[in-house]
């Protein structure tokens, strides 16, 4: 039988798009489909998080006999298990450990490319079975091969990106991710337990209708920033205004929305916090690599956020991201 089919899976797209550089090693590619594996792994245990009571609490061991992790720890040690295997991956950092892990192996220290990941983004929002993410970034390294990585090599700007995504856990699983080449986004097939292409080239509109931010920090908010939240609120049918709002508090959840929808998704510095929330290295870079790979912005307000300069690994910036004009608009307010 030669069943035909309109399927393509993930690792079928990474190997096209590799054979459209006739040097390319395919690296790059085997990283991309081990991320989908170790995300998997997640995903399958994401699915079992109403039952870990039933099951066994954190520090308890479950039925099987096996001890129940909590599920940040858990998809932190599944991305690192995955990649320390992987074929071309020379350490990792992730927003769950204090400093990066180097695979000091003789094969991991000839390989190209480190790895950073937010193992599970907005994960507070796990008890009220909200979508939660993980959200990875790909860099070529920099220090010479044959050497153990070091900081040098996960401390590059965004604009350095070779590959950025994610993966959300919502109503149905995806995996978002750009190149320079695009953004494409999978959708996992349970049945054969496979992401396979559901979005092709994805684009953010350059207007959307949406604007996506904790309002109920406002009485710490700078006066440009609450000057701009007004203008969305304010009624002015001819362009379109008041937007709605709509805030999931799971970066990845709201990125994903304003890359399908169009809109603005802001986390600003205020009074307080003079850098915001958001990690650089683990949030804002790779939402903004995929962002402007999708036709849209990522600003800390002040600067492109691709163009900054990272000096520590857990740094925080200000971020407003999303379709063009409404980025734009903001920035003239907050500037
Ligand atoms: P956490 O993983 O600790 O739940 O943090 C989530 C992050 C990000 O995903 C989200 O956009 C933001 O924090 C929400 O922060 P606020 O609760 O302050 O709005």
Known sequence: MNPKRNLMTLDEFTIQET????????????????????????????????????????????????????????????????LKGSADCAGIASEENDDFVAFDDEYSKNSKYVVLFDPLDGSSNIDVNAS???????????????????????????????????????????????????VNGFTLEPSIGEFCLSHPDMKCAEQGKIYSINQGNSCKFHDGMK??????????????????????GSMVADMHRTLIKGGI???PADK?????????????NPMSFLMEAAGGIGSTGTERILDVTPT???????????????????LEFVK
Do not use: W
């Open 19 to 82: 054979r459209k550089f006739p040097n390319a090693t395919g690296n790059l590619s085997a990283i991309l489909r081990d991320i989908g594996l170790a995300c998997k792994i997640i995903n399958k245990q994401v699915l079992k998080a109403g039952l870990v009571d039933i099951l066994g609490k954190h520090g308890n061991t479950n039925v099987q006999g096996e001890e129940q992790m909590k599920l940040d720890i858990f998809a932190d040690d599944a991305l690192i298990s995955v």
């Open 132 to 182: 939660i993410g993980t959200i990875f970034s790909i860099y070529k390294r920099v220090t010479p091969l044959g050497t153990v990585c070091t900081e040098e090599d996960f401390l590059q700007p965004g604009n350095k990106l070779m590959a950025a995504g994610y993966v959300i856990y919502g109503s149905s699983t995806m995996m978002v991710y750009a190149t320079k080449l695009g």
């Open 227 to 248: 000057s701009f939240l007004d203008y969305c609120m304010e009624d002015n049918k001819e362009e379109g205004r008041p937007y709605s709002h709509r805030y999931i």
């Open 265 to 267: 998704f802001i986390y």
């Open 272 to 284: 307080k916090n003079a850098n915001g929330k958001l990690r650089l290295q683990y949030e804002c």
């Open 312 to 330: 520590e690994l857990h740094q925080r910036v200000p971020i407003y991201i999303g379709s063009k004009n409404m980025v734009e608009k903001a």
